[in-house]
């Protein structure tokens, strides 16, 4: 069974472009979480979409922004972007939302802004 | 969200049990004990999760506390793969939905 599929899995971006992170979630997983890992602030909640539809949000600017399509995959959007976005971005899947439902990460996207 | 407090780094040596304690002292009833690790740049791997009662898996043993307000993660022989950070997380429940909290966690290294 394949794991989560994160792409790209690096990513230069100048500032004020705008930048579209995909995963693609273990077989039969219908929620998607994201997360952006940065030195300072560690590893932070951004969003959970379950059935297209998202369940969760973090403390993010709505620049950042998300969307999960029929086949579960996930998309994350960071519009206008600025040098301290550059992070590590991780997507996790899981089966449903039961508490006791455990998630799998990805290998994550690099992003570099510059 | 449930906190919780994990030892900032610990060394072992290879061949050893790692003891990896985590405190959750305002843990709630329904809410399980997870144990991630992450590897250098690497995607959280899942190791091992729990209610209140103890667990094993191939990877590792989870130990609670009858009061469920710690719990120590057991890797029965660690080698140097198992260098990392490893996290401690609550699951919570809001609004229907579950997140993650990562906190800090612990920089174990094994040594030779």
């Known amino acids: 069974k394949a794991g989560v599929t994160q792409t790209p899995r690096y990513l230069i971006k100048t500032r004020g472009q705008q930048v579209t992170l995909s995963c693609s979630p273990i077989?039969?997983?219908?929620?998607v979480s994201w997360y952006q890992q940065t030195p300072g602030q560690g590893l932070q909640f951004l969003f959970e979409?379950?059935?297209?539809?998202?369940?969760n949000k973090g403390n993010f600017p709505g620049r950042f922004s998300g969307r999960q399509f029929s086949n579960s995959r996930s998309e994350m959007n960071v519009s206008t972007l600025e040098l301290g976005d550059s992070a590590l971005y991780l997507c996790?899947?899981?089966?449903?939302?039961?508490?006791?439902?455990?998630?799998?990460f990805g290998q994550g996207t690099r992003l570099t802004v510059v | 969200d449930a906190k919780t407090t994990q030892p900032t780094s610990m060394d072992c040596a290879e061949g050893r049990a790692a003891n990896l304690p985590c405190n959750h002292s305002?843990?709630?009833?329904?809410?399980?004990v997870y144990w991630y690790r992450q590897i250098h740049s690497q995607g959280p791997q899942y190791i091992i999760h729990?209610?209140?009662n103890n667990e094993t898996n191939e990877m590792a043993s989870l130990i609670i506390t009858e009061d469920r307000k710690s719990s120590t993660l057991i890797l029965p022989h660690a080698t140097l793969r198992d260098t990392a950070v490893y996290y401690c997380?609550?699951?919570?429940?809001?609004?229907?939905?579950?997140?993650?909290?990562f906190g800090q966690g612990t920089r174990l290294t094994i040594n030779p």
């Open positions: 729990g209610l209140k």
């Open positions: 305002t843990i709630s009833g329904n809410e399980y």
């Open positions: 996790a899947s899981s089966a449903g939302q039961a508490l006791n439902t455990e998630a799998f």
């Open positions: 077989s039969g997983h219908r929620s």
């Open positions: 979409y379950f059935s297209e539809t998202q369940r």
């Open positions: 997380i609550v699951r919570v429940a809001r609004q229907g939905a579950q997140k993650l909290v």
